[in-house]
């Protein structure tokens, strides 16, 4: 039984930038890592090597220090170069750089023979636990927990996203449908993987038969693993759901397919400073420094791992986060601009339509980092609904969450959301709240009233 | 520009913490603000931001309102003019006008932006735009012939206790401009009431006319007079006495049809008013127990402020409902209320500013319902699974 949900309410940034179907040559991998702690909210890193070790694919370079089972490992081998820290002596990444081919082996084993307990443990151990989140409260799934099913996020609908379409068709098949069986192994439910309404079936092992394909259409957010968890099977008090990036069910195949940690993946450069953008094989944590290399239009710019609506600012030296397969560039906003409110605004990027430019429904932007204004109370009500494609009062969950009334931020669906979900939110309010940072003390609120 | 922003940069060092005008700093980043969209880049959270800001917002309702200013401005004119018995031009009718409106939005703005300029000093807060809006709606809700005392006290009387004591833009329970105007209602009756005031002079008395009353619509139906009233045509057009912006339907109409087509007014609420006052007309002509109630129910739509509220008053996001389905019911409301109170109620002609202050009291009620449905549609969901999950569990033991 396949489902398909159409969805209305959302946007889709109109922005120039997006990334062309080809893969860069291999000239531009990366001799730099870099794993980032910041990757993961509320974690509390606890280092297990130091500056200058020498180090394997797959060997633990932190570890969670409430819940030491679960490892943060090396993409590659190497020698650790340096461990950077921040205010309070914060870890913000441990720096490796790259030499050798040697890989940490955690043994080839097809996953149908394994049970749930071997399979949680191979994934704490490789480092690829991370990669399994949970809702609520949008963090790293906790090893113990049964999951009433797991999500698989087919497409990406944020701006200038890699498109999936490319990434299925050089999906290795054989990898991928091994990490399928392994993640079917751990939940008694469904495994849900969503697609772009329309989109071609992903390889799917034959013998796994808890898969199921639901389909969605719709602008920004509909590719959110959130929103489809909302629709598909909504999160209720005291129930679990896990989610992976589709990109990690590769690397999980590689776990079981060839016992090593590799997470490779498609990274897409994009951005309306990028000169080419195009597509990149690489790994998580490759610095994005030969990708960006002779391939930017301008100075002062905003470097992004991730997208312009939840991506992490990076240098231009940087590390793609954990999460990420996208890097995008574009232009800083520390400009004033005279009577910039006023003016009729054929060329100004909104939402609403109180700019000339709405009449240019096609007109594609470039838009930079300025702030466009100054943070003020909740005045115009309304806008959030339009772009939150949920059963959830935005608003009233925000008041909610400012206030700290934890029976209401229950009541109005905090188990469900996460910050990525109000991040259009974000960007079209004319009060400039910065939602994203609400919802994430939301859920942080909720983790520590709940343990 | 460059010369004008060097020029800032300079002189910002003093409104500084410690500068020697510190004491100024929310009045000179107030002005700051009005000139250039500051230079602040995003930190955290999404990347880009919408160009929209409260001032965007703000600025166009003030544009929606200009077509009942420039109409209210010639209709004082007309009205003085016929008062005394001269054949004005429309320029010289308008000009006479605006020249006496003037002293009004004057006086409304320096009043109410001194008294934000200080709250927003003491709070630490950056100006908040609000009040560009609100200190254009008073002046268009209020007489013309209104003491200018009168309109600061009301206009001071609004900002203070109908805002800032709440905590500021943002937090108000009440419609500041429809405060102010119910301050001197309530206070001054005779300065909100009666056939003088809406006619410019007409207080004073002097050179008027034999035979001109200078009575509006709805006081002369609440007599029972509604033989003599002015053609749909004439009030639907705004040719009548009555406050400065709410007389012409046609300039509130394209109003409207600014708010609506940059969708910064809800168009729910604009049509839910009036279904909610077609509702009511037509009861009130199905019951017919007087003139007043004969009249025909859409005469109510084009007499009095019942545009001007529905466009303007019952559209502010923060003292109206917030939740969609709540404002199709808050609207519908103002609607009946205001129609029901304009005919049904003797003491007050006019029935919009009540029924809206009114509805701004139940507003949070109204959303506090939808909100609940809401999160008994959750709960239910949660006991549907929970339901399933031990029925499966007791069936899985036997």
């Known amino acids: ?451 | 520009m460059n010369s004008l922003r060097k020029k800032l940069d300079k002189i910002k060092l003093h409104f500084e913490e410690g500068g020697k005008l510190s004491k100024l700093r929310s009045v000179f980043e107030g002005f700051e603000a009005f000139l250039f969209v500051s230079d602040r880049v995003t930190v955290k959270g999404s990347h880009i931001r919408d160009n929209i800001d409260l001032k965007r917002t703000m600025i166009i309702v003030v544009l929606a309102l200009v077509p009942a200013l420039l109409f209210g401005a010639y209709n004082t004119g007309l009205q003085h003019f016929r008062s005394i018995g001269v054949d004005a031009a429309l320029l010289q009718a308008f000009w006479f006008g605006f020249l006496r409106i003037l002293p009004l939005i004057i006086v409304s703005y320096v009043v109410g932006l001194g008294i934000e300029f200080i709250a927003a000093q003491i709070r630490g807060h950056e100006i908040n735009e609000g009040f560009l809006v609100t200190g254009l709606l008073i002046p268009l809700i209020m007489p013309i012939d209104v003491p200018l005392w009168m309109l600061a006290l009301g206009t001071a009387f609004a900002v203070i206790l109908g805002k800032e004591v709440f905590g500021g833009t943002g937090m108000n329970v009440f419609n500041p401009a429809l405060l102010a105007r119910a301050f001197v209602f309530f206070s001054y009756p005779g300065w909100m009431t009666g056939d003088n005031v809406w006619t410019e002079g007409l207080t004073k008395g002097q050179n008027i006319i034999d035979g001109f009353s200078g009575a509006t619509p709805l006081s002369m139906c609440t007599l029972g007079n509604t033989a003599d009233l002015p053609s749909f045509m004439e009030m639907f057009i705004g040719t009548i006495p009555g406050s400065v912006g709410e007389t012409s339907t046609v300039a509130i109409l394209i109003g409207a049809l600014i708010l609506i087509l940059t969708g910064t007014g809800s168009w729910k609420i604009i049509v839910s008013v009036f279904g909610g006052g077609l509702l009511m007309g037509l009861l009130l002509n199905a019951i017919s127990a007087n003139t007043y109630m004969e009249l025909p129910f859409y005469y109510h739509f084009v007499m009095g402020g019942f545009a001007f509220g529905a466009v303007f008053m019952a559209t502010d996001p923060v003292s109206g409902a917030q939740t969609e389905k709540g404002k199709w019911i808050y609207g519908f409301m103002i609607g009946i209320l205001s129609i029901l109170f304009r005919v049904l109620n003797p003491a007050y002609p006019e029935g919009v500013m009540l029924a809206i202050l009114f509805m701004n009291i139940f507003a949070p009620l109204i959303d506090h319902f939808v909100v609940q449905s809401n999160i008994r549609r959750r709960l239910r969901r949660a006991e549907i699974t929970i339901g399933n999950k031990s029925l499966t569990h007791e069936t899985s033991m036997y």
């Open chain 1, 1 to 451: 039984m396949s489902r398909t949900i159409n969805l209305k309410r959302g946007y889709n940034i109109p922005i120039t930038g997006a990334a062309e179907k080809a893969i860069a040559g291999e000239s531009n991998n990366p001799i730099r890592f870099g794993v980032k702690p910041v990757d993961f909210p509320g974690l509390t890193p606890k280092l297990e090597v130091k500056s200058g070790d020498r180090i394997k694919a797959g060997t633990p370079l932190f570890h969670d220090k409430n819940r030491p089972e679960i490892k943060f490992t090396s993409p590659v081998s190497g020698v650790v170069i340096s461990v950077e820290r921040g205010e309070r002596r914060r870890i913000l990444e441990v720096v490796i750089e790259r030499s050798g081919n040697d890989y940490i082996d955690f043994g080839k084993t097809d996953p149908a023979f394994l049970s749930r307990e071997k399979i949680t443990e191979r994934l704490l151990m490789s480092g690829l636990w991370p990669a399994v989140r949970q809702r609520p409260y949008h963090v790293i799934a906790k090893p113990g927990d049964q999951p009433k099913s797991i999500f698989i996020s087919g497409f990406d609908t944020s701006p200038l996203a890699p498109d999936f379409d490319f990434i299925m068709e050089n999906l290795p098949a054989p990898m991928f449908k091994t990490g399928i069986s392994a993640i079917a192994k751990l939940t008694d439910g469904k495994v849900n993987i969503v697609l772009k309404k329309g989109a071609p079936k992903p390889p799917l092992p034959d013998n796994v038969d808890a898969v199921e394909i639901s389909y969605f259409s719709g602008p920004h957010p509909a590719g959110n693993v959130g929103i489809h968890i909302h629709h598909l099977d909504p999160v209720n008090k005291g129930e679990v759901v896990w989610y992976i990036n589709l990109q990690d069910v590769i690397a999980i195949g590689n776990l079981f397919g060839q016992g090593i940690y590799k997470p490779e993946r498609l990274i897409a450069l994009t951005g309306s400073e990028v000169i080419n953008p195009q597509y990149y094989k690489g790994l998580s944590g490759g610095s994005v420094a030969p990708m960006i290399r002779d391939n930017i239009r301008s100075w002062n710019l905003r470097y992004i791992s991730g997208n312009v609506l939840t991506g992490t600012k990076i240098n231009a030296d940087g590390y793609l986060g954990y999460y990420d397969s996208q890097v995008t560039v574009i232009p800083e906003g520390d400009k004033y601009e005279f009577f910039g409110w006023a003016l009729p605004g054929t060329d100004k990027l909104s939402f609403s339509k109180t700019f000339l430019s709405s009449l240019f429904p096609k007109k594609m932007f470039k838009p930079d980092t300025n702030f466009h204004g100054g943070e003020r109370a909740f005045v115009v009500t309304g806008q959030y609904e339009k772009v939150l494609p949920m059963d959830i009062y935005p608003m009233q969950l925000i008041k909610a969450i400012i206030t700290e009334d934890i029976d209401l931020m229950e009541n109005l669906g905090i188990y469900e959301v996460a910050e990525e979900d109000f991040a259009l939110c974000e960007f079209i309010c004319p009060s400039k709240i910065e939602i994203q940072s609400i919802i994430r003390n939301g859920l942080d609120l909720m983790i520590k009233e709940m343990s």
